[in-house]
């Protein structure tokens, strides 16, 4: 279809009016004009005349989203919206009135995007935020997890009922059962709602905090990003190389300030009391009892357990 731009620069052209005349009587019998007449039997052919480039635009924008190439090929003069036409009577008659309509694929774009906006990952890989999740494949994928599973679930759906809760999450079990998977779920279905998160991969995060001791500057930005999130995800923690600088001034004050505050959660593959004699020993100062037992008073008064059982799934398509 010829652009109307192409067509009405021609009106200095001697057959402007068989031109013109043909664009009308193409337009007349359009499927999508013939219906907006049925619906509207007020329409003379001079107010559709006197539309004509409004309805031009509206046959032009439904063809080219009946064939849609994708958002991001879009041919529509405004990419990601549509043609809208609707009849109103200001009270001289009926009307054509053309507006632009956002489509469903810009709207899932826009979605989208506020969504990754809200959630903050340190180290963990992107794909796990931004694939697309089914909650009847998350819970048929191994029936041995099916517990945890609900239980996240119903966390997800008290939260959207009830409002953010200041108890979070503490997953445990084997390697590869899906615990930083189901967090992920939970942060992305909870950003939906408009919620801010934060997930950090602890083994590379606490390697990274040392180059971090003479950015005070970077460390304090990242650590006030935690403290401020509305969920905050330490995966898989006890997995970690750590030093008393780190666990007793930066995650001691991340969790000091989040407690009776707003929930953190974890995913580990130690049980709440391994994860303290972990925290209790050091590479530098050895096993310090009181100070891992410290650490734990700020976790483990503040989360539900949930074991998540089932088998490896890592490097299994």
Same mark, same amino acid.
């Given at each position: 279809m010829e652009s109307l731009g192409d067509l009405l620069s021609q009106m200095k052209s001697p057959q402007l009016r068989r031109r013109s005349e043909e664009l009308n009587a193409r337009m007349m019998s359009e499927p999508l004009v013939r219906d907006l007449c049925?619906?509207?039997?007020?329409?003379?052919?001079?107010?559709?005349?006197?539309?004509?480039?409004?309805?031009?635009?509206?046959?032009?924008?439904?063809?080219?989203?009946?064939?849609?190439?994708?958002l991001d090929r879009c041919p529509n003069d405004f990419p990601g919206h549509f043609t809208k036409l609707t009849v109103?009577?200001?009270?001289?008659?009926?009307?054509?009135?053309?507006?632009?309509?956002?489509?469903?694929?810009?709207?899932?774009?826009?979605?989208?995007?506020?969504?990754?906006?809200?959630?903050?990952? =340190? +180290?963990?890989?992107?794909?796990? !935020?931004?694939?697309?999740?089914?909650?009847?494949?998350?819970? &048929? /994928? #191994? $029936?041995?997890?099916v517990p945890a599973?609900?239980?996240?679930?119903?966390y997800i759906n008290q939260t959207k009922e009830s409002g953010l809760s200041t108890r979070g999450l503490y997953l445990e079990g084997h390697f590869g059962t899906?615990?930083?998977?189901?967090?992920c779920y939970l942060l992305h279905e909870l950003a939906k709602e408009g919620y801010s998160g934060v997930i950090v991969y602890m083994p590379e995060f606490v390697e990274d905090l040392k180059s971090m001791l003479q950015e005070s500057q970077k460390l304090k930005e990242t650590t006030e990003v935690m403290k401020?999130?509305?969920?905050?995800?330490?995966?898989?923690?006890?997995?970690?190389?750590?030093?008393?600088?780190?666990?007793?001034?930066?995650?001691?004050?991340?969790?000091?300030?989040?407690?009776?505050r707003k929930?953190? =959660? +974890?995913?580990?593959?130690?049980? !709440?009391?391994?994860?303290?004699?972990?925290?209790?020993?050091? &590479? /530098? #100062? $050895?096993?310090?009892?009181?100070?891992?037992?410290?650490?734990?008073d700020r976790i483990a008064p503040f989360v539900d357990v949930v074991t998540v059982s089932g088998n490896n799934k890592r490097g299994k398509v």
């Amino acid at each position: 279809m010829e652009s109307l731009g192409d067509l009405l620069s021609q009106m200095k052209s001697p057959q402007l009016r068989r031109r013109s005349e043909e664009l009308n009587a193409r337009m007349m019998s359009e499927p999508l004009v013939r219906d907006l007449c049925i619906r509207h039997p007020e329409l003379t052919e001079e107010h559709l005349l006197r539309g004509m480039a409004k309805l031009y635009q509206y046959v032009n924008d439904s063809r080219h989203c009946a064939a849609c190439p994708g958002l991001d090929r879009c041919p529509n003069d405004f990419p990601g919206h549509f043609t809208k036409l609707t009849v109103e009577n200001n009270g001289a008659g009926p009307q054509l009135v053309d507006r632009q309509v956002t489509c469903p694929k810009q709207l899932r774009y826009e979605m989208d995007l506020s969504i990754k906006k809200r959630i903050h990952s =340190f +180290y963990v890989d992107d794909r796990a !935020l931004q694939q697309g999740y089914d909650e009847v494949e998350i819970l &048929s /994928k #191994d $029936g041995a997890r099916v517990p945890a599973v609900s239980q996240v679930f119903r966390y997800i759906n008290q939260t959207k009922e009830s409002g953010l809760s200041t108890r979070g999450l503490y997953l445990e079990g084997h390697f590869g059962t899906g615990k930083t998977f189901l967090m992920c779920y939970l942060l992305h279905e909870l950003a939906k709602e408009g919620y801010s998160g934060v997930i950090v991969y602890m083994p590379e995060f606490v390697e990274d905090l040392k180059s971090m001791l003479q950015e005070s500057q970077k460390l304090k930005e990242t650590t006030e990003v935690m403290k401020q999130a509305d969920l905050l995800i330490f995966d898989d923690i006890g997995a970690e190389n750590l030093n008393p600088w780190v666990r007793d001034h930066v995650m001691g004050s991340i969790l000091n300030y989040r407690m009776n505050r707003k929930p953190t =959660f +974890y995913t580990s593959n130690y049980s !709440l009391k391994a994860l303290e004699k972990h925290l209790s020993f050091t &590479s /530098k #100062d $050895g096993e310090e009892i009181h100070k891992g037992q410290r650490l734990m008073d700020r976790i483990a008064p503040f989360v539900d357990v949930v074991t998540v059982s089932g088998n490896n799934k890592r490097g299994k398509v």
